[in-house]
Each structure stands twice: as C-alpha cells, then as structure tokens.
C-alpha cells in the first residue's frame, strides 16, 4: 500500500493522475502535510470534496500514537515511545540543544547488530522501518512536542545501514524542498561499521554526517562488546570511515562510549592516540549508560575526565559527550525493553 510519507511530491503526482484528480493538488497536498502539519484530508479545505474521499481510501494519513513519554529532569530532552500501525513500538527522542532541536530517529524495530551495551538488540530483530515509519516519527514530534527541527540523527534504534535503501530514500525524501527540506549537512547517520554499505554511501553523492561506533582501540576489545567485529575487522571500519572522509569532505565521528574497567585503560588511551592524534576525525566519548544485566557500568567522573585529557594532550580531537536523558532511559532501546517486560 502507498503510504503519503514515504513518496516524493513526483510520485504523488503519478498516484493522483491515474487516480483522476489534477496535478497540481501534489503542491497544495504537501503543503498541507509538510508546512501546515495537517494530517487529515477532511481538514484539507482547498481539494475539491470527491476527491478527499478518493485520497482517504488510496492514501491513509497514519501519525504514530505515543505509548509512553518521558521527559528528562532539565526538560531538555523528550522521548516519546510511538506505536506503529501494525502494533510495535519504535523510540524517538529530542534533544534540545543551543544549536536548535535535534531529533534521534529509529531505523529498525529491533536490531539484529547485538552489541553487549545495548538495550535495542534484547529481544531480537523483529524488522525494517519503511521510508514512511520514519517520516512519520519526524511528523509525530512535530504533532506532540514541536515543530521547530533544527537537525536529525539515525541513532535510535536498528543499524540503518542494513535497512539501506529506505533509510537512503527517507533522507534524500526529507532534503527535499517540497518536504522538510533539511540539509545533507543537518543529517547525521550512525553505523556500528558495515563496511561495505559505508563504501556504498561514500559514493552517494550526499553530504550526510557519518558516525561510526568504535567503542574499541584494537579488534580484540571491540570483538568483546560488538559482535559484528568478527565480520568486519577494526582496521578496514577506520579504513572505511576515512575513505567516506575523502570521497564527501565529511568530518567523521567515532563514537567511543567509557565503560568502566573494558576500554578506558591508559593502554587504550595510548592506542587511540596513536590512530587519530592530529588526523581530521572527531572522537566523542560518551559514558555509557549503565548496563546492569551484562555488568557494563560507567567510570567515574574523574577516570572519563583523565582519559579525555591525556587525548587531548597526545593531539587527538576529541570531546566529552555532555549527558542527556540518561534519567529518563533515552539509551538507545531502553524505553522500549522496559515497556515489553
Ligand atoms: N546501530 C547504529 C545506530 C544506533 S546506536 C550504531 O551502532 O551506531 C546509537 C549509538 O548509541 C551508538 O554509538 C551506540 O553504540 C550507542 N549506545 C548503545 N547503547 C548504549 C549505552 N548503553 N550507553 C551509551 N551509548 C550506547
């Protein structure tokens, strides 16, 4: 079935042309939709009545309903747990910052990646967002908390690098002028390191900002916590993140989380030096959010501090992830877990 989020405004128009409705409703329909935030034919006054009712059977208007919030101490960030039509979940947050909202979207309902630190991995893959699910996450925070988007973030839950080509038709849908028309450059897609999709989207042609999750300084820390580590090797992930550098002009993060006594220790701290001192990628360490179940726990204050200078000292630009919504279980899969058991 043809969903109204998951199509470019050329496409509407194919659909309404063979429907017998004219052309030109493409342009007062996404206006509707992408400008007005109305998401209901009825309230769509400008189209001829008939052809209201044409649209309501051919093209349902599906806002995911919230099925549990919550919003972090400092009000800063808000993560609303949304059910999908055909009953699952998916979690999106906010995150409000100086810069303007930025929201973290999930690609997948489950994922099939397994890292140990994670919740969303839990109970399993369950599937693939469509192009639509993920607009519509982007719809429901503007329904329910705010219209005003300043930046996104496929960092929620699922790996969207192997849900590849919605995810790549959902962002190229979102630049678009008639649409949300964020820039390349306000997109940001997260990857545990699937090496070849990361070649594949190095020749895409888009700016988009990539993160990778390295979590390790060596193939034998991260096999320990990512088990996709034994399919693609440490060095051909780094290999693959700076060829995406030389290919786009995009900076590349390496998204690095502190977890106590696994890849803190100063040998690790020295390794990474030794990869990334003065080179043109971002290291962002991130304090883990306690994972009790599999015993993965976050350093102190002060060991996170000691490891983020002697980085800095070695030349390595690197930066200490401000915490956000870590009281309101926004990790990546947490909200979810909790509801399901
Ligand atoms: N699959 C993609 C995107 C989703 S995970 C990826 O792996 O990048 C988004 C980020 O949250 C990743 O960097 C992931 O490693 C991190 N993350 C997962 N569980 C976490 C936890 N318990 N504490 C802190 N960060 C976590």
Known sequence: MNDIFSITKGQLQ??????????????????????????????????????????????????????????????ETVKLLLRLQDGQTVETVLMKHDYG?????????????NCAFCASAKNGFVRNLTIGEMTAQLMAFRKYVTSELHSVVLMGTGE?????DNVLAFIRLIHEKDTLYLGYRNITLSTSGIVPAVYRLAEEGIPLNLAVSLHAPNDRIRKKIMPIAERFDFDSVVQAAQTYFEKTGRKVTFEYILIKDVNISDA??????????????????????????????????TESERFLTYLKRKGVNATLRREMGSNIQAACGQLRIKRNS
């Open 14 to 75: 194919d659909i309404l042309v063979e429907a017998g409705i004219k052309k030109f409703r493409a342009d007062q329909i996404f206006h509707y939709i992408y400008k007005e935030n109305i998401w209901s034919w009825n309230e769509m006054v400008l189209l001829p009545k008939k052809d209201r009712e044409i649209l309501k059977g051919l093209l349902p208007i599906y806002i995911p309903e919230v099925a549990d919030r919550q919003v972090s101490e400092d009000k």
């Open 101 to 113: 909202n930025s929201v973290c979207l999930s690609s997948q309902v489950g994922c099939a990646v």
């Open 268 to 301: 690790c701290a020295s390794q990474l030096a030794q990869l990334f001192s003065h080179k043109n990628v971002l290291l962002n360490l991130i304090p883990i959010n306690d994972n009790y179940d599999v015993g993965l726990y976050r350093p102190s204050a």
């Open 160 to 164: 969207p690098l192997l849900n590849y």
